[in-house]
């Protein structure tokens, strides 16, 4: 029963760590836009989910040649489809960061964030509600 339960919610619990992740992405962007010559970034949220799914081949492993190399680890789990976001108006200190674009994606992925949240609640309740027999 484990099993089934765990495939059930994977997707939603792949999906609400995606979106934490870009939430403290954008976080970041916010964070950071007064910063001279930092370039935002965000995460394509669709391509990372269908990666973590399954659907589409992630980043290529490589291969050490010698035991001196150094890892290749992401800076985070979704790295691969992390990307810089378009430069809208140019700034004299080289900063891409358009506040106006960051709170809106942030809001955004808030408002996912919670649907995501209400919907596996619902999801366990109906569960917790055919176990009980209530």
Same mark, same amino acid.
């Given at each position: @029963?484990?099993?089934?339960?765990?495939?059930?919610?994977?997707?939603?619990?792949?999906?609400?760590?995606?979106?934490?992740?870009?939430?403290?992405?954008?976080?970041? %962007?916010?964070?950071?836009?007064?910063?001279? %010559? $930092?370039?935002?970034?965000?995460?394509?949220?669709?391509?990372?989910?269908?990666?973590?799914?399954? +659907?589409? @081949?992630?980043?290529?492993?490589?291969?050490?040649?010698?035991?001196?190399?150094?890892?290749?680890?992401?800076?985070?789990?979704?790295?691969?489809?992390?990307?810089?976001?378009?430069?809208?108006?140019?700034?004299?200190?080289?900063?891409?960061? %358009? @506040?106006?674009? +960051?709170?809106?994606?942030?809001? +955004?992925?808030?408002?996912? $964030?919670?649907?995501?949240?209400?919907?596996? %609640?619902?999801?366990?309740?109906?569960?917790?509600?055919?176990?009980?027999?209530?």
């Amino acid at each position: @029963m484990k099993t089934q339960l765990d495939s059930a919610l994977q997707f939603h619990q792949t999906a609400l760590n995606l979106q934490a992740q870009r939430q403290q992405m954008l976080a970041s %962007n916010i964070a950071n836009a007064d910063t001279p %010559n $930092y370039k935002a970034r965000d995460i394509d949220f669709r391509a990372a989910l269908k990666g973590a799914m399954g +659907e589409r @081949m992630g980043p290529l492993e490589l291969t050490g040649t010698s035991s001196r190399h150094l890892g290749a680890a992401a800076e985070t789990p979704f790295g691969a489809f992390v990307g810089f976001r378009r430069e809208f108006q140019s700034s004299v200190d080289g900063n891409t960061v %358009n @506040m106006d674009v +960051e709170r809106a994606a942030f809001a +955004e992925n808030a408002v996912h $964030y919670e649907a995501s949240v209400t919907f596996v %609640n619902g999801v366990l309740r109906s569960m917790q509600t055919a176990i009980t027999g209530q």
